[in-house]
């Protein structure tokens, strides 16, 4: 690979090869990349707006996460974000913290990855600004969406009988992060180390290549179905579940055995001796979406592919349990990720 010193472009050189030739695909927006500011329009429905801070050697290690797929993860989080609140994304902003280890083609290959995930997402790059990092690499996107008028879903409308559903399966990404700090330990001192990622490649994809659920999003749209209240699960679905219990007031029951797992992530659990339901509620970064619907949907929601229904909304002094499979309740406790810990 050619390596191009970051300051042999200075910043605004550096932007314009990051940003040259980027199309525009969503209405909304009117000017992107090149001004003071990026214009948009939203004349007709509701604006969201999120964004992420990732910082190296907190939120990804380059060790073993390759650029291109940095750059793809950091913008769907974004996206995902937007999809919970039953909305679409149509822009980003990207800012860059670059420290001088960085080329201007390890840049690329960054924005590469960035790129990628707006093509396939339907998102528009509009802006964002480059600085030196003393730290490492720091990224920051801004997503902006958009949803109809009276379709934003919170977290605070969930309410007593209320059916608890998830998409997709949980704990593979966290598994995923467990096997590649494995392989990075058993690297360490060989020159030609090979990682062993057989039979487990699932769980590397999990970790490294998240995806948004806008397809379920869309499948509820077309069931006429909108949920009383939605996150997505980047923390763990213990701490999401509890998040929408306590901005709903009330509580919940789901069981164990309801909760989706996939059979790779059952093996890494046991090869690495780690309980797999713990792993499941508290391991985080899996991006599904955690939802609750009305009871009456249950027959609708239930032939969603994809969703599954894991337990049920109860009143508030109830409090917010699991049920195991041996009929025990066991207390649900905010163990997931916490990025000031």
């Known amino acids: 690979m050619q390596s191009t010193e970051i300051s042999s472009l200075g910043e605004f050189g550096l932007i314009n090869r990051l940003t040259a030739n980027l199309p525009r695909v969503n209405q909304s927006t009117i000017y992107g990349v090149g001004d003071d500011a990026a214009v948009i329009n939203y004349p007709e429905t509701d604006v969201l707006v999120t964004t992420d801070l990732l910082l190296e050697g907190v939120h990804f290690d380059l060790t073993y996460v390759p650029l291109r797929h940095l750059g793809y993860k950091a913008a769907v ?46 998102v528009d790059i509009v802006g964002g600004d480059t600085t030196s ?22 977290r605070n409308g969930a309410a007593d009988t209320d059916l608890i559903c998830v998409s997709g399966d949980l704990g593979a990404a966290y598994m995923g992060l467990q096997l590649l700090e494995r392989e990075k330990a058993a690297s360490t001192g060989q020159r030609d180390f090979t990682p062993d990622f057989h039979g487990k490649e699932y769980l590397v994809e999990r970790q490294l290549k998240p995806e948004a659920r806008k397809d379920i999003i869309e499948e509820l749209k077309k069931a006429a179905i909108k949920p009383t209240a939605m996150m997505d699960i980047s923390d763990g679905l213990s701490s999401e579940l509890l998040h929408i219990c306590k901005q709903s007031k009330t509580g919940c029951r789901i069981y164990e055995d309801r909760i989706p797992i996939d059979y790779q992530t059952a093996i890494m659990a046991e090869e690495l001796g780690m309980n797999l339901v713990t792993a499941a509620l508290n391991g985080g970064e899996d991006y599904e979406l955690l939802f609750t619907v ?9 032939r969603i592919s994809g969703v599954k229904v894991i337990g049920y909304i109860t009143k508030e002094d109830l409090g917010c349990a699991m049920i195991t499979r041996d009929g025990n309740e066991i207390t649900l406790r905010a163990q997931g990720w916490n990025p000031l810990a």
Do not use: W
Request: charged residues 20%; contains cysteine; aromatic residues 8%.
């Open 77 to 122: 989080v974004n996206f995902s974000d937007i999809y919970a609140m039953n909305g679409r994304p149509r822009q980003i902003t990207v800012s860059l913290g670059i420290s001088k280890r960085f080329t201007v083609e390890h840049i690329e290959e960054l924005y590469a990855g960035i790129r990628l995930a707006c093509e396939i997402y339907g």
């Open 133 to 154: 990092s003393r730290q490492g690499l720091v990224i920051s996107i801004t997503c902006i969406g958009d949803a109809a008028k009276g379709d934003a879903v919170y």
């Open 294 to 302: 009305p009871l009456h949907t249950h027959d609708i929601v239930e």
